[in-house]
């Protein structure tokens, strides 16, 4: 199977420097290109933690290299709570995403949007909060543009994550809550002082092991690349990704997501 296009995610700026170069540079000399897409966290507008992301300080440098933003809703050890929770964390992270580009850019640049929900093993997806945040996304968004345009959920998940698997099942294929797609997390290794090459798609390895009904997006395959302690291979800032192969680049991902001004 060929190689897809590679992507990037990062807990830090994009312009922030480790190892003499910033993230930009060194996803660039680690995928011999620059990458297609690159994942940042949106938590509410205001806030400056750089975990988030910071529109003032990283668009100009997106928007330079052609490299499209792919939005993380991030309000991570909520996501096993319940209906109410779940409006309330999704209409502060619609906000934020919306702060960061203003409803006239994003209007004129598209009319409809991609927004991943972040899971973790840790805290499983349930599937009151899954369907309570996928129609509150829809609906903010549509509320705030005067419906311009449209933010639709998708959901980051780890691979072997069975309980938010099946909570997304039953969510979509029960409640008929929305899902454009997955992105799927199944790392090759840490990596903590460098990063591994990105592999051949293979179905297996980006298939959860409780099979979802959704479309599988992209694979995130190496973590924490690029870190300063040599001993704790969790300490990068960056993150490896795989589009598909088998989806269409342009109107199945990239068209969904921002190039920033």
């Not at 992301?53 to 309000?75: D, G, H, S, T, V």
């Not at 691979?159 to 099942?169: F, K, M, Q, S, V």
């Not at 008929?176 to 798609?201: I, K, N, T």
């Amino acid at each position: 199977m060929p190689k897809g296009e590679p992507g990037a995610d990062s807990s830090d700026l994009v312009t922030s420097i480790f190892h003499g170069k910033n993230l930009l540079n060194l996803a660039k000399d680690l995928f011999g290109k620059d990458p297609v897409l690159w994942g940042r966290y949106f938590k509410g507008p205001g806030d400056t933690n750089h975990f988030q992301y910071q529109a003032a300080l990283e668009n100009a440098a997106l928007k330079a290299r052609n490299i499209k933003l792919l939005p993380i809703a991030r309000q991570t050890n909520h996501v096993g709570g319940n209906h109410a929770l779940a409006v309330s964390d999704a209409q502060t992270q619609v906000d934020g995403l919306i702060a960061a580009f203003g409803i006239d850019f994003l209007a004129n640049a598209g009319d409809d949007y991609y927004f991943f929900l972040d899971t973790e093993p840790g805290t499983p997806l349930s599937r009151e909060y899954y369907v309570g945040w996928a129609e509150t996304v829809i609906n903010r968004s549509q509320n705030r543009s005067g419906g311009l345009f449209t933010i639709h959920p998708c959901i980051y998940l780890n691979r072997g994550d069975r309980p938010t698997c099946r909570a997304l099942n039953q969510a979509v294929n029960d409640d008929g809550a929305e899902c454009r797609g997955a992105w799927v997390a199944h790392y090759l290794r840490h990596a903590a002082m460098s990063c591994v090459p990105m592999p051949d798609w293979d179905d297996g390895f980006a298939t959860p092991v409780q099979p979802i009904t959704v479309p599988i997006l992209l694979l995130q395959y190496a973590g924490d690349c690029f870190g300063t302690n040599p001993n704790d291979p969790e300490d990068g800032p960056l993150d490896c990704n795989e589009v598909n192969p088998k989806i269409n680049l342009k109107t199945d991902l990239l068209d969904h997501l921002i190039l920033p001004p």
